[in-house]
C-alpha cells in the first residue's frame, strides 16, 4: 500500500552548543519521507521548492524510493529556509531567520498516479493547506495522520480543527495538547482533543516519550536515554514517517499494531538527533534499526504475573 | 527476611489547587513503611516523634505490620512538622514552614530485635545520620537503598558521599542527579554517581516515569498518567517503600527482579497522588494494587518479533 506524504522540503541552518551547519536539506517531509522509507518502497512525495534546490538532494530522494513526481519546482522561486538556534538543555530554541518563499503560496497537486493512496501523512502546513490535499483526494485513505503546530492554533484554529475532524490521528508534543484542550492533564487533554472527531491521540514528549490514546486505551513509549542529543531538528517528523512508514508496510492499524509503529518511530527518532540534520537517517538499515528497537525492548519491558 | 526502615515520621499541613489539610500524618518513614507492607510483614521502623504524636497513628502502623519498637517517643519534645503549598501545574511547591523539633537531636537507636535485618530503606535524613544507622548495624544488610535531596548536596556533600559509597542503591529525581553529578544528560549523570560506589541509582522523574541504572543496563518505568494529581506529597517515598518491600518479600535482587519492583513502586505511587497525604494507601488491597499493575502492563508492554 502506498503512503502519501505532504509536507515542506526546505533549507536548514541549525546551531547547537555542539556546532552551526550551513544551508543543508531539511523539512518536515524530508523527514517524513526518509522514515518511513525503511519500511516501504511506495512513498509519494507533494511539497514544493525553488529553483535553488539541488538536483542531488532530489536523487537521493530516489534513492531512498520516495516518488518525488508530486514535488513542484518553482523555476522563479526560492525554498523554505528556517534557520534557529537550540538552547544548552537542547529542549527550546529561537528560531532565527524564517524566509517562506516559494511555500507563502503553495498550492499542493496530488497527481492522478498518487491517488490510490491507502496511507496519508500530513506534515506541519497551514491547515487549509492540509485540508486541499484530503479533498483533492477521490477515495478517502484508509488512515490519515496529521501533524501541526501552536502557530496554527493562535492564527488558523477554525481551519486546523475542520482538519482535525477529518483524520484518524494527530500527533502533537504535550504543549500544544494543553494549548488545544485548555487542559493541562494530559489525560483530560487527550479525551478532550479525541472528541473533536479522531479515532487518535499521539502526544510526543520529546525526551520524555510518547503517548498514544484512543477513546479507552493509552499506550506510552519512552524515548531512549540518550548520552548526548546533538541535534533536535526533525526528531518528531522522523517519529511521524516511521509511525506511518512501518503502519503502511504491515497494513494492520490495530491498536496492537499502533504500539509496534510507535517503538519503531521512537527508534528512528533517536538515530535522527545523533547528528545534524537528515545526516544520520541516511546512514540507517536494517540491522542498525533492529538492534536499536532491542534497545527500547530492554528499557521497557518486564514480566510480571500476578497471582489474583 | 525483614526490611529496616529510618526516616522522619511527621505532620504535615498541605495546600493544593484542590483544597488543604490541617496537620495530618506524614514522614518519609510513613509512607515508606505502609507500601512496604504491602509486601511484606516484617517491616522494623527507626523513627521519632514528639509527645504530641498521636497514639492512633502508632496503632495504624501496628496494624499495617509496622514494628514500632524502633520509634522514639521524645518526652518534653514536639513531632517535625512541614507545610507546604503546591503550585497549579503540581510540579513544583513552596514550602511554607518547617519545624524540625525532636528531629534536630534525632539520634537513631537499633532494637537488638532489628539486627537480622536483610533489607534497609535509609529515608531522606541528614547524611550522618544514615550512616550511624549503617554503623550500628552488626552485619552489614544484603541491600541497603538511601534516599536524600538536593538540601545534602548544598550543605553536606562529603557526609552525603560518604553514605552513597556504602549502599547499594541512591533514588534522587531527575534535577537531583544533574547536581550531584554536574551532567545534564541523565545517562551521563548516571554513570558518574555510579561511581561514588553505587551498584544501581533510581532518577525519580515524577510525572516523566522513573529510571534504572546499573553500570551496563537500563530499565525505564512509566508513570500512569493521570486524570488529575490530587497531592504528590509522599509519591517518592511511598516508590522507595514499594520497592524495598517488593524486594524484602521476592528475596530477589536481580536486574529483572528489580524492574518488577519499580512497577510495583510506580503502581503505589500512583494511588498515593489520588488522595490527601497517607489516606488513598490505607485504602489499598491486593486486587487494587494488581489491577494497578495491569495498567502498567497494558500501558507500556508491547510484542515486537525482530526477524534478523
Not at 85 to 107: C, G, Q
Not at 192 to 202: A, C, N, T, V, W
Request: glycine share 6%; hydrophobic share 45%.
Amino acid at each position: 500500500m502506498s503512503l502519501l506524504i505532504v509536507g515542506t522540503v526546505a533549507f536548514d541552518a541549525i546551531e547547537t552548543p555542539f556546532g552551526k551547519t550551513e544551508k543543508i536539506i531539511g523539512g518536515a517531509a524530508t523527514y517524513i519521507g526518509l522514515a518511513a522509507s525503511n519500511f516501504t518502497n511506495k512513498v509519494n512525495l507533494v511539497s514544493v521548492v525553488g529553483n535553488d534546490f539541488p538536483q542531488d538532494a532530489i536523487e537521493m530522494m530516489k534513492k531512498h524510493n520516495i516518488n518525488t513526481e508530486g514535488l513542484q519546482i518553482i523555476k522563479d522561486g526560492k525554498t523554505f529556509f528556517w534557520s534557529g538556534k537550540y538552547h544548552n538543555d537542547m529542549n527550546s530554541r529561537d528560531t532565527l531567520i524564517t524566509e517562506l518563499n516559494v511555500l507563502a503560496d503553495f498550492n499542493p497537486v496530488v497527481p492522478d498516479s498518487y491517488q490510490d493512496c491507502d496511507f496519508l501523512m500530513l506534515g506541519n502546513l497551514t491547515p487549509s493547506v492540509q485540508l486541499s490535499v484530503i479533498n483533492q483526494l477521490k477515495k478517502r485513505p484508509k488512515f490519515i495522520a496529521m501533524d501541526t503546530m501552536n502557530f496554527w492554533m493562535d492564527n488558523a484554529l477554525d481551519d486546523l480543527k475542520k482538519v482535525i475532524s477529518k483524520v484518524d490521528v494527530l500527533t502533537i508534543n504535550d504543549e500544544e495538547a494543553r494549548q488545544l484542550s485548555g487542559e493541562y492533564s494530559l489525560v483530560k487533554a487527550a479525551q478532550k482533543i479525541l472528541k473533536m472527531g479522531l479515532k487518535y491521540l499521539i502526544i510526543k514528549k520529546g525526551e520524555h516519550g510518547a503517548l498514544l490514546f484512543d477513546t479507552k486505551k493509552v499506550f506510552f513509549a519512552p524515548a531512549l536515554p540518550l548520552k548526548e542529543v546533538f541535534d533536535p531538528t526533525g526528531a518528531g517528523d522522523t517519529f511521524a514517517g516511521g509511525f506511518m512508514g512501518y503502519l503502511s508496510a504491515t497494513k494492520d492499524i490495530s491498536f496492537e499494531n499502533m504500539k509496534r509503529a510507535i517503538i519503531y518511530a521512537s527508534a528512528l527518532a533517536s538515530f535522527t538527533v545523533e547528528k545534524f540534520g537528515i545526516e544520520r537517517l541516511l546512514e540507517l538499515n536494517k540491522k542498525l534499526i533492529n538492534d536499536r528497537v532491542r534497545l527500547f525492548i530492554d528499557l521497557s519491558q518486564f514480566e510480571i504475573e500476578l497471582d489474583e
